[in-house]
């Protein structure tokens, strides 16, 4: 199911003008503070107005100003994932949960009570209160909660904002599921470019409420223009081949070999991978004796000169891109031109459990 954001507003000292239309899945809003994403969220929850625009997901229109139409949010079939999850904390999990299925409509084809509880792996929790549930069994609630009010669009607003590392960790394979084996669209927000990597369908980047950058998450991410240069990175597919004992995980890519800290995927499971483009170093040559294991050949795409000392080189590897941010002054020295052919080289530690996620079952949204 698409979804349609189309959105004008003004307001004193800011404007906002987005018109996207994006593929089923996750649709990622991602920026800095004040670029746009909470007055957009609002727009599509019916809590603003806009001046002018069209919001839709799939045929269900919620608002379109040239035919008047305005649902207002009660009407809207919105599920809200929330930061904090805001759970009633004098009902237990089963009555949290029972209440996000009150709201469903009679004929609504939303997901059945056992496959949410399964799905999220909260059935020993159900006869508990939010005060006996960590931060992480506290957002497994709300997701259902937000699941089983029948929703045609879930929102979840920075949903992992409030958590450790720890609890993030244990929340986005949940919304990995949630992206491959539910076919309600999902507008998500955040601000972390880790989320968007292994999360996003598509990635819409907003800055000073304008759209800097829509498309896959491979080719938002590697955009230093929408992400700033200390930002940018690269998301690989790799297929995991094993796992050895010395704590390292070897994956498979047509590039050739990589090697990460070991992750937890089984052999045979497509992965995401994100490299972020300062971990990234580039030789003419394939270099010999480093301690860096994994080490791929392409070729120089494209490079696209900062205002500062660096330089973003996008190197083509097997059909994917990485992207490197190296000195000017090194390019130089190396003598660096479009088409010219390096080696790729990637310390294995660089790279953190949370940039590592499942690849997007592309069946399950259509």
């Known amino acids: 199911m698409t979804l349609t954001l189309q959105v004008r507003h003004r307001f004193e000292g800011f404007a906002l003008d987005v018109d996207v239309t994006t ?71 089963r009555q949290n949960l029972a209440y996000g299925r009150w709201f469903a409509p009679r004929d609504a084809r939303g997901e059945s009570f056992d496959r949410v509880v399964e799905m999220l792996g909260i059935g020993h929790l159900l006869g508990r209160r939010p005060g006996a549930l960590s931060g992480g069994e506290k957002s497994r609630v709300a997701i259902g909660r937000a699941l089983l009010a029948g929703p045609r669009l879930i929102l979840a607003d920075e949903p992992l904002a409030a958590l450790d590392e720890a609890r993030k960790a244990e929340i986005l394979p949940y919304f990995e599921r949630l992206r491959d084996e539910v076919s309600v669209p999902i507008l998500y927000v955040s601000h972390a470019s880790a989320e968007v990597a292994r999360l996003a369908t598509t990635v819409v980047a907003l800055r000073n409420g304008k759209v800097a950058a829509v498309g896959p998450p491979g080719q938002v991410l590697g955009d230093a223009g929408a992400m700033g240069a200390r930002g940018a990175s690269s998301v690989l597919t790799a297929t995991v081949v094993a796992h050895h004992d010395d704590g390292l995980t070897e994956l ?53 000169p900062g205002p500062g000392p660096g330089v973003m080189v996008h190197v083509a590897v097997a059909g994917q891109e990485i992207v490197a941010r190296i000195t000017r002054r090194a390019a130089e020295q190396m003598g660096l031109r479009n088409g010219d052919s390096v080696h790729v080289i990637l310390k294995t530690l660089s790279v953190a459990r949370d940039h590592v996620g499942a690849m997007p079952d592309r069946t399950a949204t259509a």
């Open 23 to 93: 593929p089923p899945g996750v649709t990622v809003l991602f920026g800095p503070s004040g670029s746009g994403k909470t007055t957009l969220v609002n727009a599509v929850a019916g809590l603003l107005r806009p001046d002018a625009g069209r919001i839709a997901a799939g045929d269900w229109v919620l608002m379109d100003t040239a035919a008047r139409r305005w649902l207002p949010p009660h009407r809207r079939r919105l599920g809200y994932i929330f930061q904090e999850g805001r759970l009633f904390p004098h009902m237990t999990v």
């Open 252 to 304: 498979a890519n047509p590039a050739g070999r990589l090697w990460l800290p070991e992750i937890p995927d089984p052999p045979g499971s497509v992965i995401r991978v994100q490299i972020m483009a300062n971990d990234v170093i580039l030789a003419r040559g394939r270099p010999e004796g480093l301690s860096a294991q994994t080490i791929l050949a392409g070729t120089v795409a494209r490079m696209l």
